[in-house]
């Protein structure tokens, strides 16, 4: 399974943006996707995850205002965002014994 993300940008706070997440490969395998962010000094966190039935979960700190969705590729729709988010993002994917990640995507949130 190979990953390709894209999306990321320079924001101001507030604005929205997405995140797509493209999967190649054996994409028949993968039980579920995700998005993990890493801020710089921090360890990777989970943003959010959708499975393979469409089961979600998000951060505590993302909760109402970013949205995982599937339709083919992955998407994370980032509404209000915040200078907290700035982030390098990351997509993972998770078979039944592996998972992958693609290279990340940048997003800077300004205030």
């Known amino acids: 399974v190979q990953l390709q993300a894209s999306g990321g940008g320079l924001m101001q706070a507030g604005e929205s943006l997405r995140l797509s997440c493209v999967a190649s490969g054996i994409i028949s395998s993968i039980n579920a996707m995700g998005w993990y962010r890493q801020a710089p000094g921090k360890q990777r966190e989970l943003v959010a995850r959708i499975t393979r039935s469409g089961s979600t979960n998000y951060a505590d700190s993302v909760k109402g205002r970013f949205t995982i969705s599937r339709n083919g590729a992955v998407y994370l729709q980032m509404n209000s965002l915040k200078p907290e988010a700035t982030a390098v993002y990351y997509c993972?994917?998770?078979?039944?014994?592996?998972?992958?990640w693609g290279k990340g995507t940048l997003v800077t949130v300004s205030s």
């Open positions: 993972k994917s998770e078979t039944y014994d592996t998972v992958y």
